[in-house]
């Protein structure tokens, strides 16, 4: 596997590799917009464009918190 590859799927937080999962970011997402109904579709779209920027634990919650801010 590419050194690439691996940067894409783990982030280095305390010299433990944490893997941001789509998963964690649609349940976050879930949370936060849970009065409106959206589903797992809508959900995991923006979890998948949200996975581009590569997130953290440390930054994750401060990237949900903006979606949908415009």
């Keep these: 596997m590419k050194i690439n590859d ?3 799927k783990f982030t280095v ?3 433990k590799p944490f893997n941001m ?3 964690t ?3 976050k997402l879930r949370n936060k917009y849970a009065n409106l ?3 797992d579709e809508i959900l995991g779209s923006q979890a998948d464009l949200i996975l581009t920027g590569s ?4 930054t994750i919650d401060g990237v949900v918190d903006g979606v949908g801010d415009y």
């Design 55 to 58: 997130p953290t634990d440390e």
């Design 21 to 23: 999962t789509r998963e």
């Design 6 to 8: 691996l940067r894409t």
């Design 13 to 15: 937080i305390n010299n």
């Design 25 to 27: 970011i649609i349940e």
């Design 37 to 39: 109904g959206l589903g």
